[in-house]
């Protein structure tokens, strides 16, 4: 018998596709790539579809024309609690922690999934080492941490699902600078952690330049895209969004 061969290619291929709410089309003729163990970076102005193209990747919205290949397989007409056991996990914008719970009760939450069942205390332990101030906070209420705190915890929780590929949308939205910084650290932590990572920034300069692909898109569509160096060094990049 021959052995099984792992999937190559990229971790999720969309393309064609088309999503919005009800009647409303919001995203029109997407292509997108997200290599194996990359970062790839979604920019775009408040109201681009971002976060509606996050929502279609989990299956939350569902999908008009087009299709979403993730390891290999369509996931396209595939349920969202599916796609969250295959390994896809949602960082959403404004963090959604749930407040009047502790931070250890958020991150035992994470784990809540088939997926993830068995060796949570294990994950626990993981995730409190990759994060220390959530151990040292694992009794407080996820309402009375930083807002760069609470994105730490939504972060965590996320891994706490064992994911391959984490959609963080606007991680940084709201931030202090110098928590700012922080979250785009431990987003490169988690390439270097072996995690696929998808990420949504209106904070366009700093995502590219964490990043290794970026896409930007406006109105529903991508306008461009390219290595992330290419475009963090695009002129016309620069002048758009970077207010250079
Ligand atoms: N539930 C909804 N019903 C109808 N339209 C919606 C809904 N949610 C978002 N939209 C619309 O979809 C479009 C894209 O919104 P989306 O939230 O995906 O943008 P975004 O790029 O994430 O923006 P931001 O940077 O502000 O988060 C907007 O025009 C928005 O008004
Ligand atoms: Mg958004």
């Known amino acids: 018998m021959t052995p099984p061969v792992a999937p190559s290619g990229p971790l999720l291929d969309i393309s064609g596709l088309s999503s919005g709410y009800g009647p409303v ?15 790839t970076a979604l920019v775009g102005p408040n109201g681009a579809g971002k976060t509606t193209l996050m929502k279609t990747i989990l299956g939350l919205i569902r999908r008009g024309a087009g299709s979403m290949v993730y390891d290999g397989a369509d996931i396209s007409d595939m349920p969202s609690h599916r796609r969250v056991d295959a390994g896809i996990a949602l960082v959403p914008e404004g963090r959604m922690v749930f407040t009047t719970l502790t931070v250890e009760q958020n991150l035992r939450l994470g784990a809540v999934v088939p997926r993830a069942h068995g060796g949570t205390q294990e994950r626990l332990e993981e995730i409190f080492r990759q994060f220390p101030k959530l151990r040292e906070r694992r ?8 807002g760069g705190e609470q994105q730490m915890l939504a972060i965590g929780r996320s891994l706490m699902a064992k994911p391959r590929l984490v959609l963080l949308d606007e991680p940084t939205l709201g931030l202090a600078p110098i928590m700012v910084k922080k979250v785009f650290e431990i987003i490169g932590q988690l390439r270097a952690d072996g995690y696929t990572v998808l990420l949504s920034e209106q904070n366009s300069k700093l995502a590219l330049e964490t990043a290794d692909h970026g896409y930007i898109i406006e109105n529903g569509i991508v306008t461009l895209s390219g290595p992330a160096h290419q475009l963090v060094d695009d002129p016309e990049v620069k002048r758009r969004y970077f207010g250079m």
């Not at 089309?25 to 194996?36: H, M, P």
């Not at 009794?139 to 930083?146: E, F, N, T």
Request: hydrophobic share 45%; proline share 0%.
């Open 139 to 146: 009794r407080q209420l996820a309402g009375s941490m930083s």
């Open 25 to 39: 089309v919001i995203l029109r003729d997407i292509g997108l790539r997200v290599e194996r163990g990359s970062i």
